[in-house]
């Protein structure tokens, strides 16, 4: 049978899953919106549906990417149809009808244009009752501090994906630092190249792996520091 001859909503779900991670990888973006929609249809969670479908199907493309398989512009379509993907879940995820917990500034660092991890963190805090303030991609420590001052945010999110931006989330935090306003806000940090020791050594408050980390995170650091300003 030829590609063009399936017809997704016919595929048992462990099928239509795998056709999606061959969609997301050939850059198909109606068939991940059509996939999306159809798991959907058949009950799936929303937060299922972006983690065994699209997360996964972008882990096997970024192999392929590190092998030299795949390049940038291939990829680039990948990341577009993942996005169609999430655009989709976005409302859904954001819907859940959380308490209010707090308010989020997330940018990607100066150098670095992935966004699709940023955008996942942000659309899982929303769902959790965040409110999420996206500054973008490439952002400059300037645009870090012009945000916090705008909306005073609890917590800082910054996000890398590459060795050779990463390093640029210790300038961020330096310079709040010397401005006196580190610890007015809970700095959380993530990408695929961090680890917690890199966390730790650029004086974030966490490094957190994944988005559903980062809620856990972010809740729990929350929590901690109403209670120190309560028993205060
Ligand atoms: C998609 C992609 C691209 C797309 C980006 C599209 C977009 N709009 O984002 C394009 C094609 C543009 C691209 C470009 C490049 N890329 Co690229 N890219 C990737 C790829 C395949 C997937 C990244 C992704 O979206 N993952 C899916 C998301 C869901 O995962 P995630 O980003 O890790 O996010 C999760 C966690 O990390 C965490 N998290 C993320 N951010 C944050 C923030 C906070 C605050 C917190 C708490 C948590 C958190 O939670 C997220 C959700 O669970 C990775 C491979 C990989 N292994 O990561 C390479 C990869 C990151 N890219 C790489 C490279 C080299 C490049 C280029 C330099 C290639 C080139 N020659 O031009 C350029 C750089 C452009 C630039 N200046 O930024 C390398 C980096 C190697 C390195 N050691 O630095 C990787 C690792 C691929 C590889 N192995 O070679 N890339």
């Known amino acids: 049978m030829s590609d063009d001859e399936i017809i997704l909503s016919e595929l048992p779900d ?3 899953v795998q056709q999606m991670h061959d969609d997301l990888y050939d850059g198909l973006k109606d068939e991940i919106e059509e996939g999306t929609h159809i798991l959907l249809g058949r009950g ?11 997360v996964e199907g972008m882990r096997i493309v970024g192999e392929d990417f590190r092998d030299g398989i795949l390049f940038v512009p291939e ?3 990948s990341a577009n149809a993942m ?5 989709i879940l976005r409302p859904l995820l954001a819907e859940t009808g959380a308490p209010k917990q707090g308010k989020m500034v997330i940018g990607t660092v100066k150098g670095d244009i992935h966004d699709i991890g940023k955008n996942l963190v942000g659309m899982m805090m929303e769902g959790a009752g965040f409110d999420v303030i996206d500054i973008g991609i490439n952002n400059p420590v300037e645009n870090y501090l012009d945000a916090i001052e705008e909306h005073q945010p609890d917590i800082v999110g910054m996000s890398a994906l590459l060795t050779t931006t990463m390093p640029y989330m210790k300038v ?28 730790k050594a650029v004086g974030a408050d966490a490094y957190c792996r994944d988005a559903a980390v980062t809620v856990e995170t ?4 929350i929590k901690r520091r109403h209670n120190v300003t309560a028993g205060a």
């Not at 996005?83 to 655009?87: I, R, V």
């Not at 935090?173 to 966390?199: H, Q, S």
């Open 75 to 77: 990829v680039l379509l």
């Open 14 to 16: 462990d099928e239509l």
């Open 83 to 87: 996005k169609a993907g999430m655009a």
């Open 44 to 54: 799936w969670q929303p937060y299922e549906v972006l983690t065994d479908a699209l």
């Open 218 to 221: 972010a809740k729990e650091l």
């Open 172 to 199: 961020v935090i330096d310079t709040m630092k010397e401005k006196g306003i580190r610890e007015d806000y809970i700095v959380l940090v993530g990408g695929a190249p961090l680890n917690e020791e890199f966390g």
